[in-house]
């Protein structure tokens, strides 16, 4: 088969959740994105990821639009890690050299997204500082029908293009996320991004998340971000707040609109079957 029958995605992850970036030819029509999400994201069958990005370019070579689909083929307004990754995916993809802003539009509005070299010089990864837009109220939580089994004394929801349940708890670590996960999402007819999380201290959050579309993530950014929110809510006067996942930390900065740093690392530029 010749290399027109194949397309290029390039794979990355932002601690541990992880994508495959599809950079679309204006002259090459991508075709049923839903279909191709679900087969290239699947672990089995295809290269596995949580989701596929797809970024269209506009007028220059620093403005782009991502479009997002979930591993099961639904449509995602934004991703904090995945915008990351999107844009270490264009770094590559352009040839730009770190430091350089990228202008990114998403279903959940307009972000700004700053890449620099990682710290340590690491040539495979990259740190960004993400513009997560203005949060608003999320969906309003239901007073019916709640999960029994689980001891939450505390919630919050918010909206970050994407909509964010929060639930305090004792220790996230032992929540069996395949199970709680899913009865709390099911209280929302259009999904929800549910995180278990406990407040260590004013400036440190854990967390563990269910992520809608995708299901159990080792990282959530818009997640972490909405956690953080919820923490300065419930009484943190801190500037930042770190918040830690099973996949790593990230870091939310507080200003006129929360700003999310993290990482994202190149894992493998793969050919699949169109």
């Known amino acids: 088969m010749g290399v027109e029958a194949h397309r290029t995605l390039t794979k990355l992850h932002g601690l541990g959740n992880d994508f495959l970036v599809l950079v679309v ?22 290269v596995g990821a949580d989701g596929l990005l797809v970024a269209y370019p506009s007028d220059s070579a620093t403005s782009w639009r991502m479009e997002l689909y979930n591993a099961d083929g639904s449509r995602a307004e934004m991703s904090g890690n995945g915008i990351r990754c999107f844009a270490h995916a ?5 040839g730009i050299e770190a430091p350089v802003t990228f202008d990114v539009s998403t279903d959940g509005g307009h972000r700004s997204v700053s890449v620099a070299p990682e710290a340590s010089g690491d040539p495979d990864t990259i740190v960004a500082a ?6 608003l109220p999320g ?21 970050l293009g994407n909509p964010h349940l929060v639930l305090e708890v ?20 259009d999904g929800m991004n549910v995180h278990f999380v406990t407040v260590a201290d004013s400036g440190r959050v854990e967390q563990v998340t269910w992520e809608r579309g995708a299901g159990i993530t080792e ?25 830690v996942m099973p996949g790593g930390t990230v870091t939310v900065e507080f200003a006129d609109e929360p700003i999310l740093h993290g990482p994202s690392t190149w894992i493998a530029e793969v050919e699949v079957a169109r």
């Open 25 to 46: 030819d204006g002259d090459d029509p991508p075709g049923d994105l839903a279909a191709f999400s679900r087969r290239v994201c699947n672990r089995h069958r295809g």
């Open 90 to 94: 264009l770094l590559r993809h352009t």
């Open 130 to 135: 993400v513009t997560m837009g203005r949060p």
């Open 139 to 159: 969906p309003t939580l239901p007073a019916d029908g709640r999960p029994h089994g689980v001891a939450v004394t505390r919630s919050a929801t918010w909206n």
């Open 170 to 189: 004792d220790d996230p670590a032992l929540i069996d996320l395949a199970v709680w996960g899913p009865a709390w999402e099911a209280l929302f007819p």
């Open 219 to 243: 990282a959530c950014g818009t997640g972490a971000t909405a956690t953080a929110l919820t923490a300065r809510a419930w009484g943190s006067d801190a500037d930042h707040i770190d918040v």
